[in-house]
């Protein structure tokens, strides 16, 4: 069993930047799909950004140019470091990591855009 631990979320103005992590207790990282989804109240969860196995870096149309999405396979982490914040941005957050015989979620973490 892999737990996955969040930090980083908070409160930010428009225009600002945030960087989310999330780190894994165990498993082969490498060996994983690695992605971010973030979910917005009243909204459905959504797809981010994700680095598959392979190393193949897909964005969300609503984030490119803005976010950049990390891993790091040695250290077991998984980095977005989020810039140009909007109040659109407003959700929370949740890192996942995927292969075909497991699907791990961290607790998820707010990251709230307001002036």
């Known amino acids: 069993q892999v737990q996955l631990v969040e930090s980083g979320g908070g409160l930010v103005q428009p225009g600002g930047s945030l960087r989310l992590s999330c780190a894994a207790s165990?498993?082969?990282?490498?060996?994983?799909?690695t992605r971010w989804y973030r979910q917005a109240l009243g909204k459905q969860r959504e797809l981010v950004a994700l680095?598959?196995?392979?190393?193949?870096?897909i964005y969300a149309d609503s984030v490119k140019g803005r976010f950049t999405m990390s891993r790091d396979n040695a250290m077991k982490t998984m980095d977005l470091q989020m810039n140009s914040l909007e109040p659109e941005d407003t959700a929370v957050y949740y890192c996942?990591?995927?292969?075909?015989?497991?699907?791990?979620w961290g607790q998820g973490t707010q990251v709230t855009v307001s002036s």
């Open positions: 680095i598959n196995s392979g190393g193949m870096i």
């Open positions: 165990s498993g082969i990282f490498s060996l994983y799909d």
């Open positions: 996942n990591v995927r292969n075909r015989m497991a699907d791990y």
